[in-house]
């Protein structure tokens, strides 16, 4: 399977709650990036998982953290939700040390917060 | 805080016509890429010029970078109506394995 794939595509939940956000990578890629776009700006990093293990975080608190799975897979999780947190929020692969060709991104989640 | 910063924020032009868009960025760059999104969906990936290039091409675009401004400029020729998006420029810098740290665009409006 190529490409990768985002789930859900969009998610409403209620301030204080949580959520996870699902990605599954392009076939071959061993990275996995998740990024946070408010309206009108640009993707904001959050963090970046290689070998199940997270390589390099954004600003962003800790009630954000992620997961990678042996398959690439891998999951965001907001706690504690706040208004702010409404976005859309992609997740991109990539294969270290090829970056000929850039990241493969998702469709996205679309969250919102109420 | 974003590495790279595109200039214009908005572009509006006619069909046909070239439209130039410019990114700067502040440290040292292992490479820059570029990205084009389509009404808030998923990015897509448009170009990638390392740091020891200075030009690079793909089919009506064209890339350059200057390393001593630190800074990148796309060129989209003979613009059609789908070019409508946005643009981002990305960088990838050497102190960070891999991470991309994304400027906030330019939105580029091609009008038929």
């Known amino acids: 399977e190529t490409g990768v794939t985002q789930s859900p595509t969009h998610l409403i939940k209620t301030r204080g709650q949580q959520v996870t956000l699902r990605c599954s990578s392009q076939s071959g890629h061993n990275t996995v990036s998740w990024y946070q776009q408010a309206l009108g700006q640009g993707p904001q990093f959050i963090f970046q998982?290689?070998?199940?293990?997270?390589?390099g975080r954004g600003n962003f608190p800790p009630r954000f953290s992620g997961l990678q799975f042996p398959n690439y897979s891998s999951e965001l999780n907001v706690n504690a939700l706040e208004l702010d947190d409404s976005a859309l929020y992609l997740c991109a692969s990539s294969l270290v040390g090829d970056r000929g060709d850039g990241y493969t991104f998702g469709s996205g989640t679309r969250l919102t917060v109420v | 805080s974003q590495q790279g910063e595109e200039d214009p924020q908005a572009l509006s032009i006619q069909e046909g016509e070239n439209a130039t868009m410019n990114c700067s960025y502040k440290?040292?760059?292992?490479?820059l890429q570029w990205y084009r999104q389509n009404s808030g969906r998923g990015l897509v990936h448009l170009i990638l010029i390392r740091s020891n290039e200075r030009e690079k091409h793909s089919g009506r675009l064209r890339v350059t970078l200057d390393t001593s401004k630190k800074s990148s400029s796309l060129l989209i020729t003979a613009s059609r109506a789908a070019d409508t998006a946005s643009y981002f420029c990305a960088t990838a810098a050497r102190t960070s394995y891999d991470k991309v740290i994304f400027g906030p665009g330019t939105s580029l409006s091609v009008i038929p």
């Open positions: 998982y290689y070998r199940e293990e997270e390589n």
């Open positions: 440290t040292s760059i292992n490479n």
